[in-house]
């Protein structure tokens, strides 16, 4: 491919730019290189630009995609859906029927709400933690991320890693608003949490972590770290909330509680729940949730037709299909990400593949293994960067940040085309003198 391969997304760019700020509804999509990319069709594990470009697809629409674009079985019912009705105003029988699916399938879920958006779920969950404990603070850990509502954006990923006690300084992007109520502690460091909490526990009503760290390197933490949070919140009286908008449903049919047995009090779910349809909720335990019976939880477009129903056939594929579908998902990461390293390893780039379940995270130049995120942070983006735009010119799509999804949509052949494009694009950029631009 050359520059002019792009020509359609280009002039999509330079019309969206007078409209739109930078061109793009969400700031990380307007970075990707050679230019952002405007998509007209997807379909399985594939997505096709304006261009006419195809593209192994591994950004997913961000993750949601966990069942590949237009799953049969979840178009097949928004669109009996569609001809009953989209919003209602009112209750269905389906928002019932999630309800009872999230309940099966997650083990901390004793009761459900539903909301829209990751972002403003998690907002939701604090919400009924503080009600519950009447008390204010949170506490969250670096590079984590938990949407984009102020004030838990503080410290997210790509933020440096602090030093001294906990809690950290909170560092915010410029116009946002963090106030005393957040304290941001290292993760993965038992000590740290519990000296923390030993200072300011009967202040915190909550303590928020992704239970695998996708966002802060795709890292798992070591054994007994979660048993140790959750010991720990319960003798000061904290809820503990995983974020799950990533990990659930991806890692398995009941997400990273599931696979690391350790039950939060309240877990927030997004992305793979509604394949692609926008939904998200909060599940948690029983005499927590009802607070929200007490405080209110508001929104237009909570338990709409169409999300709620296509929620309910994307979880009825993931809980049927669970025994073929999940050690298939685990292959094929397995496989993709063996074969990125091996490649890497002929080339003397100093690549490596993280995974957790069906997703992979590429880290350039970090130590090796990387374990903490301050190893993650040591990696170089910029070649990161190059290797994106490589594969892109070569059918790939991946984004930049080396955050790859795989979907049940996947297969071997895009396994090996993959490898041959990641083939490619590391012997050039190995050639390349890049540096790091943090």
Not at 27 to 34: D, E, G, I, K, Q
Not at 268 to 282: D, Q, R
Not at 327 to 337: F, K, Q, S, V
Request: charged residues 20%; aromatic residues 6%.
């Amino acid at each position: 491919m050359n520059a002019k391969t792009f020509a359609g997304s280009e002039k999509y760019m330079r019309r969206a730019h007078q409209v739109i700020p930078k061109g793009v509804n969400s700031s990380r999509r307007a970075v990707l290189r050679p230019t952002p990319l405007a998509f007209t069709s997807a379909l399985g594990s594939r997505i096709t630009d304006v261009d006419g470009n195809e593209y192994v697809d591994y950004v997913a629409g961000y993750g949601p995609m966990l069942l590949g674009h237009q799953p049969p079985r979840v178009i097949e019912a928004v669109r009996t859906q569609l001809a009953a009705g989209v919003l209602y105003g009112g209750q269905h029988q389906a928002e019932a029927e999630l309800a009872e699916r999230i309940v099966r399938m997650v083990p901390g879920a004793e009761m459900v709400l539903l909301n829209v958006t990751g972002s403003e779920a998690v907002q939701a969950a604090l919400r009924m933690a503080r009600a519950a404990t009447g008390r204010r603070k949170t506490v969250k850990f670096e590079g984590h991320y938990h949407g984009w509502i102020d004030p838990v954006t503080a410290n997210g990923p790509g933020s440096p890693a602090g030093t001294g006690p906990a809690p950290r300084p909170a560092i915010v992007a410029d116009h946002h608003l963090v106030g005393p109520e957040i304290l941001i502690c290292p993760w993965n460091d038992p000590e740290a949490l519990a000296d923390l909490l030993g200072r300011h526990g009967a202040d915190v009503a909550a303590v928020i972590m992704e239970p695998v760290a996708v966002n802060g390197g795709n890292l798992w933490a070591d054994e007994g770290y979660l048993a140790t949070a959750r010991r720990l919140c319960d003798q000061h009286g904290c809820l503990l909330v995983f974020d799950e908008v990533v990990t659930g449903f991806r890692l398995a049919p009941g997400g990273a509680q599931q696979r690391t047995g350790v039950t939060p009090d309240l877990t927030v779910l997004a992305k793979a729940l509604g394949a692609g349809f926008p939904i998200s909720a909060v599940a948690g335990r029983a005499e927590v949730m009802r607070i929200a019976e007490e405080i209110g939880h508001a929104g237009t477009y909570n338990g709409n037709a169409t999300s709620v129903v296509a929620a309910n056939a994307a979880l009825d594929v993931l809980e049927s299909d669970q025994d073929s579908l999940y050690p298939r998902l685990e292959r094929l990461t397995n496989e993709l990400a063996d074969g990125i390293e091996r490649l890497a390893a002929r080339h003397g780039a100093p690549l490596q593949a993280l995974r957790a379940g069906a997703l992979i995270r590429l880290h350039w130049g970090a130590p090796t293994p990387a374990r903490t995120y301050a190893d993650t942070l040591a990696g170089r983006t910029e070649p990161l960067r190059h290797l994106s735009e490589h594969l892109i010119r070569s059918g790939v799509h991946a984004r930049d940040t080396g955050l790859w999804y795989i979907s049940a949509a996947h297969t071997d052949d895009d396994v090996d085309r993959t490898l041959a494009a990641v083939d490619q694009a590391l012997a050039a950029v190995s050639r390349q003198p890049v540096g790091n631009t943090g």
